[in-house]
């Protein structure tokens, strides 16, 4: 998918003007929240769970595991800009777009993408070869 508007010949793109050339707004189109590392085969059926919601993706990176919720902010105005720029919350102020979406897909730096529950279910049968044990074993009360 093309996020990138054409750049007019000679203009150097810069932080400071690259979300002008941005045509729909990546960063503000998803939010991502810090998991605790999976260390159990309760902790992948907790994934399992999340990822059984719409937009909702898990993936390991650098920095940790993360869950992914495409879900866009409902202050963007049509032409992606902020509606609410001014008065926005402090993580959005404390974004730097130095290096963003604009310039190279997030996805790039992932070492585990799950996009579906098919697909995190598949790495853990994988990972425990006592999964199906297990999940027949969910039945039992908690």
């Not at 190279?104 to 697909?119: C, I, K, P, Q």
């Amino acid at each position: 998918m093309t996020i990138v508007k054409n750049i007019p010949l000679g203009v150097e793109v810069t932080a400071e003007n690259k979300c002008g050339f941005c045509t729909n707004s990546k960063c503000c189109t998803y939010i991502t929240e810090e998991l605790a590392t999976p260390r159990s085969m309760s902790d992948f059926d907790h994934m399992l769970w999340q990822l059984s919601h719409r937009d909702v993706h898990a993936y390991k990176d650098e920095d940790g595991w993360f869950l992914l919720i495409n879900n866009p902010c409902l202050q963007l105005l049509p032409d992606g800009r902020c509606g609410i720029y001014e008065d926005r919350p402090r993580i959005c102020r404390a974004y730097t777009n130095d290096y963003c979406e604009f310039d190279e897909d997030s996805t790039e730096g992932f070492e585990l993408f799950f996009n579906s529950y098919g697909s995190l279910l598949s790495y853990v049968k994988k990972r425990y070869k006592t999964w199906d044990k297990f999940a027949a074993s969910r039945d039992e009360p908690l």
